[in-house]
């Protein structure tokens, strides 16, 4: 779904990653993993079309990003920042259908599928309240239902950014916004997500990148890339690497 070679990524004219080189299939949840700084919302944005590349190439259902019409690729490629403002007082439900806004799919459709999503986001209870009334972690799981309606109930593959989704949610809306990056996921679509949490990437991803020095230092499945003498060489803390008792990943115990 989403292929990328050689891309270096800049800011103001500073490269701030270089070398990048992989694929992400239909199917698939990949985390992007590194120390603040490491360039994973810089990669996020030069994904996204926000930032130019500063070399390299990244095609998108097998097309340069850079020949899709806006709107065309809107339908394909959706993207959660990972800070999103919005400053006029929007109902939820209207934030929400925003992201039905690059389809013509017809109003019972659209209305159909943000209903959906909010379940999803668990933000259906909250679909008449204002926007600009809400908390700091109501606000995030409203922008992610509105970039999953963008790419809900779609006829081709789109591929979903996350940057820090679970930025300012509580523990048991993290494990539901992963679970539905999961699911997006297994319906036939593409997720790629920047997590500070070890262990979650370990838990909800097929595969995780991990950035450190301006390049890839792993890339892999969770028990190939989270060992232990590597997560100390980019992090600097000593951990131990187990089995998680219910599941099939590795469990970092620092």
């Given at each position: 779904m989403l292929t990328v070679s050689g891309l270096a990524c800049?800011?103001?004219?500073?490269?701030?990653?270089?070398?990048?080189d992989f694929e992400l299939p239909?199917?698939?949840?990949?985390?992007?993993?590194?120390?603040?700084?490491?360039?994973?919302s810089t990669l996020l944005a030069t994904l996204s079309g926000e930032l130019p590349r500063h070399a390299g190439e990244i095609l998108?259902?097998?097309?340069?990003?850079?020949?899709?019409?806006a709107k065309e690729r809107a339908q394909r490629l959706?993207?959660?920042p990972q800070s999103s403002s919005l400053a006029f007082a929007f109902s939820v439900e209207e934030v929400v259908m925003m992201g039905r806004l690059p389809h013509s799919s017809g109003w019972e459709e659209d209305r159909r599928i943000v209903a959906e999503v909010m379940l999803a986001a668990d933000v259906e209870p909250l679909r008449q309240r204002n926007y600009l009334a809400l908390s700091g972690g109501e606000r995030q799981r409203v922008h992610l239902a509105r970039v999953l309606a963008q790419v809900w109930g779609s006829a081709k593959p789109a591929c979903l950014l996350l940057d820090e989704p679970t930025a300012a949610l509580d523990l048991a809306h993290q494990r539901l916004i992963l679970q539905q990056a999961r699911e997006v996921a297994q319906r036939g679509?593409?997720?790629l997500l920047v997590l500070h949490d070890l262990n979650l990437a370990a838990r909800y991803a097929d595969r995780v990148l991990l950035l450190d020095?301006?390049?890839?230092?792993?890339l892999g499945v969770p028990w190939d890339?989270?060992?232990?003498d590597r997560i100390k060489q980019v992090f600097g803390v000593e951990v131990q690497v187990a089995r998680h008792p219910q599941r099939n990943c590795p469990l970092i115990i620092s």
């Open positions: 800049a800011r103001g004219g500073c490269q701030i990653l270089g070398g990048i239909i199917g698939e949840v990949m985390a992007v993993l590194g120390t603040n700084g490491a360039g994973k998108l259902a097998g097309r340069p990003l850079g020949d899709w019409a959706a993207v959660l679509n593409a997720v020095r301006g390049g890839v230092s792993a890339v989270l060992e232990a």
